[in-house]
């Protein structure tokens, strides 16, 4: 999207109170960063923070708002700054700028010493940044020092009472991914245990800002997920390092898993636990593995379920240890001790499968379905009868296997639908006959439309599409392009009843800009007249909403 030409991708409405904003000299404080990145604050119902890059064409390569806005990739407040910034860039006000090691290169070290000791005493967490980087390499002083920056970061994007919003939390973050960084340059250098601290800290004080933070977009948890990953790439770099070093990060593991912070976190505090068992090599480090293993399980807070959760968990470690270093046979009979975990069975079940032992695995299944049925356990059910239906398949057992996807299907399974049709000769009659009866079970079933409508589409049944489509009409704007060349008088009847209803609910200008869009489709269809009549139908019919009159007439035939 062009800087220049990014009027025509995007809405016309979203266009118009973006040129209002920038005439009300809404678009504040427009700023360069390095390289061609911008930053401004727009007045709307609050101030926004827009961020826009450009590459040396004047392409968007990335822009964001932190609105609340969700109807489109652009907001107004972007494309109000979009109208700006090109202003400016043609009068050449936005022009290149010295990089800022041109700028630092020029001064004196007296002169960089003092800037540092300026922006250290004025701007919160930059001491700490700085102390950071001039900390001793590895120790307890620079973990403190890490801990020291993360927290100084989250203080600041803190409210009154210790609170970070939604809003702020990528602020809040900023020291963690810079400690994150910091550990990774560690690694790079092979500098394990020193790495390890850093992320480990990084892990303890994101989870301790999960307690008075709003993380509903996620950054937090990524932050976790992240350094998570790391630790496991850098385990994987140290089968080749020496036995030392192996031991130390195992250890280091072991104790930071066992920490109080996990409380309540177990998928993390497995996720340490699952790095750890990549590095045994003796007894004793299994043993360790096995009490710290028990001690989660133990420890484990919560629910029945999230404590069987984690036994499950360390069940699936321990069979595939057993599976690398003592042959399938040991492990074949641990895992027939543990089939009341389902992913244990799980487990059984396809090696059954991969041997070709259908049998095997049929019984596997059908005994799970029976013990989870009891336990109500539908989920469950649902993924023994597909392991039972591959079964079936890879036997060539047609009866069975038809008569079970016709429960299969129900669930909205296409490959099920997919793999059945094969069974049947083509042109085959009985084909026609079982399929009536699955769609007549899928049309009952909600779980099963949106495979319901593909099936009708795939086999050409149009007209029980167009049923399906009249007993909701807002179902048009989904399947109107299959419609349109069978039943194109009915397609335009259906849209005509859709924008009516839809307008008799609209509330606020979002909803008239919807019913405006729902009559150029009426008018992309070929119902050009159908829509100029509509419209004149609207316009008379709520004379007392302004707004919608505005979006109506914004409309051209």
Known sequence: MNLYHFPSSIDSAVIYRAKEYVSEGRVKSLKRLAGRKYTAEVRGYEDYQVYVELDEEDNVLESDCNCPYDFGPICKHQAAVFLVLRDRIAEGEAGPEPSLRELLEAESKETLVSIL?????????????????LSKVGGEEEVAECRALIQSYIYRNSDQHGFVNWRSVRDAVEGAVIVADKAAAAFDGQEWLRGLDMHLCVIEEMIELLQSADDSGGGVGMIIESSLEAIGRMVQELQSASDAERVAVFRRLLSDLQRSCYDGWSDWQLALLESADELIASEEMQQAWDEAAGAISDDSTGSEWSRGYVDERVAV???????????????????????????????????????????????????????DQARGLPGLVHRWKK??????????????????GLELVGSGEYEVYRTVKGTFPENESAWSFYLQEMLDRMAQDPRAQELYTRILVEERMFARLLAYVREAPYRIESFYGSLQPHFPDEVKSLFLTYIELRADRSKDRRDYADVSRIIRLLQQVGGREEAYRITGELLAKYPRR??????????VF
């Open 387 to 404: 392991h039972r239906f591959e079964a079936y398949r890879s036997s060539g057992r047609l009866e069975p296997l038809r008569a079970l």
């Open 117 to 133: 000791l300026s922006i250290a005493s004025d701007a919160g967490p930059a001491e700490e940044r700085i102390r950071l980087h």
């Open 317 to 371: 470690l321990r069979y595939e240890r057993l599976l690398e270093q003592s042959g399938e046979s040991q492990a074949s009979l641990y895992l027939d001790e543990q089939l009341h975990f389902p992913a244990l069975r799980d487990i059984a079940i396809r090696a059954a499968l991969g041997r070709g032992d259908a049998e095997e695995a049929i019984r596997l299944a059908e005994a799970g379905e029976a013990a």
């Open 546 to 555: 302004p707004a919608m009159r505005e979006e109506l007439e914004k409309l």
